[in-house]
C-alpha cells in the first residue's frame, strides 16, 4: 500500500495545485487503488471541514470530485516522532508499504522535518519513505548544502525528490523531444550558428498575498534559481547517454556546472512600484516599508564549454511586467547576405527558435521565405506548432505528472541533490547579505515592459 501525505494539507499550494492536480489525476484513472492520499498539518480541522475545504479547491474544475471522499486528514506535527507514529499506527502502515511526505509546508521548517523522519527511518527500516520538498530546497548555498548533508546521513537520493514544477511542464519535456528527437535543431544549437539566447519569465500578477515568504525571498530565489536555470539547462545541456532519469540529471548538473560566475553588480535588480490599479511592492501587505528585496532581475549568463563559449543568453525574469509570458527564444546567426534588394518590403529577419511555455504551448521556427511575385524578395514567415492543433488537447498541469512520477518512483524530473547546489552557486553572489546591502534597485512602475526598465 502506498499512503502519499500531503504536509500543509491546508496552505495555499495544496488548494492551489495539488488538489487540482489530484483531481486531474483521478480523471485520467491513472491513481492505482493502493494509494492513500491523507492531508496533515499542525491545525485542528475535522474531517468535514476538511473535504470541504479540497472541495472548494476544485469548484471552478469539472473533474471528478468523488475522490475526496476517501481522504482524509490528520493533525500531524512533523516535528515530533511520537506523532508520526501515532500517524502509522493509526494506518497499520507496515513492513513493504511505502510512505510520501509531500513537504508542501515552510521551507525553515526542513531541517528539523528530516531529522524526524531520519529517527522514523531508523525505528521503522522496512517502511519505504520519499521525501518530497517543495521549492526552496535552501535559501543559499550554504544552506542548501547543509540540508542536503542532514538527508545524506538516513536516507538514498532515489528517496528524495526536490520539486521544480517547471519541469513537469509539457512544454518543458518537450524541449528534449525536440533537440533529440529531430535532424533538424540539435546540428544548429552551439556557437556556430546560434547569436544569442533569451529566456524570460515575465508575469503580470504580483506577489499574490504571499509576502511573508516573497520578501525574504525575491525574484532572484523564487524564479532565476530554480525554474529559468532549469530550463536552460534542458535547453542547453549535451545529449544525456539516454533518456532515462540520471542521464538527464548528469547532463543537466555538467551544464550547470559550465556557468560562468557572475558578480553581485552583474544583474539589473528592480522593484515594482504602484499605478492607478495596483498597489506597490512596498505598499503589500505584509512588506517592510523599507524593503530592499527585487521583484525583477535581468542579466547576461554564458556557458563556458566548447559547444556555447560567447553565446550570450539574455535572462529576464519578474513580477507586475506588461505581459505573461515564458519563453526560449534562439536567435541564429544572419544568413541572408546574399539577397539583394533588401528594403523596407523586403524584411528578411535572422532566424529564431521560439519555445513558449505561457501563455501558449507552441513551438515555432522563423525562416525567410520569397514573397510571391517578381524578384528575390524575402520575408520571414513562421514554421509552428501548437499543443492544441497538434494533439487536440492542452496539455494536463505540471503537478498531475509530478505526482504521477512520484508515485512511480521516476526521479527524471526532480532535482538532484547536486545539481541544486549548482545552481546555488550560480546566484549566491547575488543574494549574499553583504552583497544584498550594496545593491541598487530600479523602481519600475507595474504594467512596465521589461526593456524599458533596463535602459530607464
Ligand atoms: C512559482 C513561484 O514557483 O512559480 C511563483 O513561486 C510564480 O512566484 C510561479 O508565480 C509561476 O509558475 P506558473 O506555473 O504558475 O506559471
Redesign the pocket.
Known sequence: MKYFVIMGATGDLAKTKLYPALAETYSYNTIQKSVRFIGAGRKECSQEQYRQLVNESLKDRDWKLDFVQDMDYVQLDLEQVSSVESLINHYNIEEGDELIWYMAIPPQAFEQVIQTLSQIKEQYPHINQKLVFE?PFGSDLASSQKLNALLQKSFQETEIYRVD?YLGKETIQNILALRFGNTMFEPLLNNHYVESISIDVW?T?GIDGRAEYFDKSGIIK??LQN?ILQTMALMMMEGPIAMESEYIRNAKYNLLRSLRPIQHNDAILGQYTGNDTVKGYIQEEGVKPDSQTETFVALTSYVDNARWEGVPIYISTGKRLSENK?EIRIKFKQSFKYFAHIDEECNPQQNELVIQI?PNEEVYYTVNAKFPGKGMCIQPVKLHFTYDEAFGQRSQG?YTRLIDDILEGDQSLFIRSDEIEESWKYVDPLIQSNNVEKRELILYESGMNPSDIQFS
Do not use: G, L, M, Y
Request: proline share 0%; glycine share 0%; charged share 40%.
Open positions: 521549492k514544477h508575469e500578477r523564487d524564479i525554474h515564458a505561457q505540471a
